[in-house]
């Protein structure tokens, strides 16, 4: 899968606001919304756009305002890792992938990475294709995560350095 052009059109749109701005438009996309809590994969009680924790209400039906508010909220901590991690220079888009990328594996993972090493490294073609090996949860192999990578490479690269 590759990135629509809706998608695509929107994350240039909003490029000249930062990686935050462009990972802010990407998650929708990536991750979907549920107003409604659900148990995830991995068997974690979670709403909107990947929200997880011990804030979440069982059976509350949340707006499309308190999504967004979390969401606002939930990124700013992988935002951070992000520009406390990379110490190469990158661009927005590069970032913005970084960002949804972390938000999906966890800070720890990210910053614990391959992907990490190499983009520090200088190795920018092969730190964006890194993305590609992230594709397993609970021993899995998911195409919803297939095609997250693809969207999240893909955005790596616009901003090729």
């Not at 190795?123 to 192999?141: E, F, I, P, S, T």
Request: with cysteine; hydrophobic share 40%; net charge positive.
């Amino acid at each position: 899968m590759t990135m629509s052009a809706a998608l695509r059109k929107k994350i240039i749109s909003v490029a000249g606001g930062g990686a935050l701005a462009i990972a802010t438009v990407m998650i929708p996309t990536l991750e979907g919304v549920r107003y409604e809590p659900y148990r995830d994969v991995a068997g974690i009680l979670t709403v909107c756009y990947g929200h997880t924790g011990s804030d979440i209400v069982p059976g509350k039906q949340y707006t499309e305002s308190e999504c967004q508010i979390m969401l606002n909220q939930d990124l700013k901590p992988f935002s951070l890792s992000v520009q406390r991690s990379v110490k190469v220079p990158a661009s927005e888009y590069q970032k913005a992938a970084l960002i949804t990328f972390s938000y999906n594996v966890g800070i720890s993972a990210f910053e614990h990475s391959s992907l990490l090493r190499n983009l520090n490294a200088g190795n920018y073609q092969q730190a964006c294709d890194g993305l590609r090996q992230w594709v397993y949860a609970g021993g899995v192999k998911w195409k919803g995560l297939i095609n997250r990578r693809e969207v999240e490479r893909e955005v790596c690269l616009m901003g090729g350095e």
